[in-house]
T-cell receptor, first 116, second 113 residues
Framework: AQKVTQAQTEISVVEKEDVTLDCVYE???????LFWYKQPPSGELVFLIR????DEQNEISGRYSWNFQKSTSSFNFTITASQVVDSAVYFC?????????????WGLGTSLAVNP | DTAVSQTPKYLVTQMGNDKSIKCEQN?????MYWYKQDSKKFLKIMFS???????INETVPNRFSPKSPDKAHLNLHINSLELGDSAVYFC????????????FGPGTRLLVL
């Protein structure tokens, strides 16, 4: 069965600190897809990134970066120079490529509080 | 233009009532979903439709019935509402099930009194 673990339930940082949100996944599929979503206090779910299992290149988008390591089954998310607007719940998710594994499996989320 | 829209945004109702939530997407996607998010933020898939055909039906009470009149719309009807149904319900869509990114509506906050 597929599984996503976000071990950090809550993180609190001070503005301008760097913060890394961990995501560890389990799957037997050789082809799979990993996602990160942001849920700010307003409640909507905002897509951040999608990565397929064949692309281990790290991704950077502004202050956001993602480190995908198949060897450790991790897809970690780093926010550099955090800002108050980054305060949100962040979800990591996984989907396989066939059959019932195509469902999106969600982690429990990490609640990030960035304090001024 | 809103990509995935849901109505209503808020729904407050009494136990035992029947209510519906509507969802529409203008992204041209083939697949739509309903999720339930509880008070602890846990996201649970309920249903998924692909081209109006039900393809995922999780263990959900049969008081919940989805309906897809066309591939741009997926509605959720809930009969005999219970206190435990209070949650945020999200609609989402994607080009296809699985590997494609899901885009979410703003959510419908349901409170059953």
């Amino acid at each position: 069965a597929q599984k996503v673990t976000q071990a950090q339930t809550e993180i609190s940082v001070v503005e301008k600190e760097d913060v890394t949100l961990d995501c560890v996944y389990e799957t037997r599929d050789t082809t799979y897809y990993l996602f990160w979503y942001k849920q700010p206090p307003s409640g909507e779910l905002v897509f951040l990134i999608r990565r397929n299992s064949f692309d281990e290149q790290n991704e950077i988008s502004g202050r956001y970066s993602w480190n995908f390591q198949k060897s450790t089954s991790s897809f970690n998310f780093t926010i550099t120079a955090s800002q108050v607007v980054d305060s949100a719940v962040y979800f990591c998710a996984l989907s396989g490529n066939a059959g019932n594994n195509r469902k999106l499996i969600w982690g429990l989320g990490t609640s990030l509080a960035v304090n001024p | 233009d809103t990509a995935v829209s849901q109505t209503p945004k808020y729904l407050v109702t009494q136990m035992g009532n029947d209510k519906s939530i509507k969802c529409e997407q203008n992204l041209g996607h083939d697949t739509m979903y309903w999720y339930k998010q509880d008070s602890k933020k846990f996201l649970k898939i309920m249903f998924s439709y692909n081209n109006k055909e039900l393809i995922i039906n999780e263990t959900v009470p049969n008081r919940f019935s989805p309906k897809s009149p066309d591939k741009a719309h997926l509605n959720l009807h809930i009969n005999s509402l219970e206190l435990g149904d209070s949650a945020v319900y999200f609609c989402a869509s994607s080009q296809a099930i699985g590997r494609q990114t899901q885009y979410f509506g703003p959510g419908t906050r349901l409170l059953v009194l």
